[in-house]
């Protein structure tokens, strides 16, 4: 196996809303890039469970997790590329001995990895460094850019988009470089189409990418910076767990994050009394087929507390809800759906929130955390 996402490319600050996480809760998180398995730890929970099937995912968040630990914050910013700098693999020396010994055995020998930055490498990395590169070139200046991100409101931004637009090249280049054949080949994970029957994926991340630059705020989205410029624009705008005023918090709760190379159905079959009060998904349900989506669900109502929320994400399909789990889930639409509005990571075609057991809750309650201020 090796790095598919060097990031998370869901919105934290929507994810932490939807699971309303309180002090003492038990979280069980997809640990991909690690960035939102680390942010969780903001909201003080007793512990975050953090996996993933593919070890080097779980090496990657181990390396973050002793980075914040050992290093000052513009340090560790240096370190993982969000900043320049050419002492990196000085600086994983000093890291290296808050690794465990597989963690470290895989970092020792992926040096250039660490010479680059870890937030810059991976398999959708490689894709996006393409279209940046290759595709943007061809169509649009860098000025023009630069103008969209740096736009004082979305009317403007909109304006700026209507003239971006009118090159008959960007959306034919842009169908081209993501369409199901060479997205699926080369930029997302093995198996990530295999049960979508959305043909035309590209017309629809056409669409979506519109949305993402004339009506979410483009100063602040840190993932549409990553994409048009290859970095992020710290300290104003970057994952959470990158954001100065949450470092040190994080460093403080760095022994509830607890990692596990194990893909998520295995881990809850292994683990009979675990219980937990919130789940971070990811988009674990776009790769699924009927009968998964069945077993997995059940196995996270049995592992859920009462009243436990789950979020995740899904960009071309939704999973057909099994009829057994109507009975054990509320599904909290309206509120997912006031968070997706506001959901920096465009690309996403819907957002969805489940809450376990006791879910007898009046509609003011179960919408009384979407517009928390969920900063310490």
């Not at 918090?249 to 675990?274: C, F, M, P, T, W």
Request: charged letters at 25%.
């Amino acid at each position: 196996m090796s790095i598919n996402y060097a990031q998370c490319w869901e919105d934290a600050n929507i994810l932490r809303k939807a699971l309303a996480v309180k002090a003492g809760d038990r979280v069980l998180s997809i640990a991909s890039g690690g960035d939102n398995s680390l942010a969780l730890l903001l909201d003080d929970p007793q512990s975050v469970t953090a996996l993933d099937y593919n070890p080097e995912q779980v090496y990657l968040t181990a390396l973050k997790a002793a980075a914040i630990r050992r290093l000052e914050y513009d340090d560790f910013v240096r370190f993982v590329g969000a900043s320049p700098g050419n002492d990196r693999v000085s600086l994983y020396r000093q890291v290296a001995p808050y690794l465990d010994s597989e963690a470290r055995l895989y970092w020792d020998s992926h040096r250039e990895i660490i010479e680059q930055g870890i937030i810059h490498c991976g398999r959708f990395k490689s894709y996006l460094l393409l279209f940046r590169k290759i595709i943007l070139p061809l169509v649009h200046s860098r000025q023009s850019l630069t103008d969209i991100m740096e736009a004082s409101s979305l009317e403007q931004q909109a304006a700026l988009y209507q003239k971006f637009s009118q090159n008959r090249w960007w959306k034919r280049l842009f169908s081209l470089f993501f369409s199901r054949p060479l997205l699926g080949r080369w930029g997302r994970c093995h198996g990530a189409f295999a049960q979508v029957t959305h043909t035309n994926i590209a017309e629809e991340l056409f669409a979506r990418t519109r949305h993402g630059l004339t009506e979410i705020p483009a100063d602040s989205n840190y993932f549409l910076r990553y994409i048009l410029t290859g970095n992020y624009r710290l300290p104003q705008s970057g994952p959470e767990y990158l954001l100065p005023q949450h470092y040190y918090h994080i460093r403080e709760r760095l022994d509830r994050l607890h990692l596990n190379v194990a893909g998520l159905e295995e881990y809850l079959r292994q683990n009979e009394s675990a219980k937990f009060e919130a789940f971070n998904l990811s988009d674990i349900f776009e790769y699924l087929d009927s009968r998964q989506i069945e077993n997995l669900s059940q196995l996270l109502g049995s592992r859920a507390t009462a009243g436990a929320r789950a979020a995740f994400w899904t960009m071309f399909r939704s999973p057909a809800i099994p009829d057994k789990l109507t009975e054990q889930v509320a599904f909290e639409t309206t509120r997912a759906e006031i968070l997706r509005r506001k959901d920096r990571g465009f690309f996403y075609g819907s957002f969805n929130i489940w809450r376990f057991g006791n879910f007898a809750i009046s509609a003011a309650s179960s919408l009384e955390n979407t517009d928390r201020e969920v900063l310490p």
